[in-house]
């Protein structure tokens, strides 16, 4: 998929090992995600990301590509049981890159995707209360503010809000 400005979506691949441990590894942005996320995020990191990345069809999970380089990642998770119909949204961008809006054009371009390629009704994101790039990004992309899950997420030893945004397929 490829973006007005340069980005392309495209499925991740074992050349990106470098990148992404070179851009992955910071705390700036592992701090701003679940434990999931590692840091330091080492070689044998990226190893099991990308391999995961790329086990699924459809892709779930997308290297953001600008000039031919792999600079952050963008996906789609699966919920089950009554949520089935729900997506949830990840992203992290590499931080040379930060504030150009790049953010901003992945995140619509994966709405446009998900809801083409599943038969979801409702694609949220839970960002921390602290992370305001992060609801400013939603917001621009036209997600709705459905509320916040006060002192809910504990991360490195300090407790903070989770801010909850969804858009609908209608
Ligand atoms: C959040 C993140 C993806 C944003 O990427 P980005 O490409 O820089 O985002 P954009 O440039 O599209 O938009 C960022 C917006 O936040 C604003 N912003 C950035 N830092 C800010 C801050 N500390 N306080 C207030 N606004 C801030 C920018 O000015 C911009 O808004 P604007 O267009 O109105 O000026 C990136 O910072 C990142 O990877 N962070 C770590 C991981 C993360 O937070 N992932 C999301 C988890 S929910």
């Known amino acids: 998929m490829m973006g007005e400005t340069g980005i392309l979506l495209r499925p991740w691949e074992m050349e990106d090992k470098l990148s992404l441990v070179k851009y992955a590894n910071n705390k700036k942005i592992a701090d701003n995600l679940r434990n999931l996320f590692p840091y330091p995020f080492e070689e044998k990191n990226a190893d099991h990301f990308i391999s995961l990345w790329t ?11 600008l000039d031919g380089e792999a600079i952050g990642a ?37 709405v446009n995707y998900g809801f083409k390629t599943w038969p ?12 305001i ?6 917001e621009k992309c036209g997600f709705f503010r459905e509320g916040i899950l006060k002192n809910s997420i ?17």
């Open 120 to 131: 979801i009704l409702r694609i949220y994101a839970g960002a921390f209360g602290s992370n």
């Open 154 to 170: 504990w991360k490195n030893e300090r407790i903070d809000d989770e801010i909850i945004y969804a858009i609908y397929r209608d």
């Open 74 to 110: 963008i996906g789609l998770h699966a919920k089950e049981d009554v949520h089935e119909k729900n997506m949830e949204l990840g992203y992290w961008l590499a931080e040379p890159f930060w504030g150009k809006g790049i953010a901003t054009r992945a995140v619509g371009m994966m």
């Open 55 to 65: 086990s699924m069809q459809p892709v779930r999970v997308f290297a953001i590509e």
């Open 133 to 138: 790039a992060s609801q400013k990004v939603l």
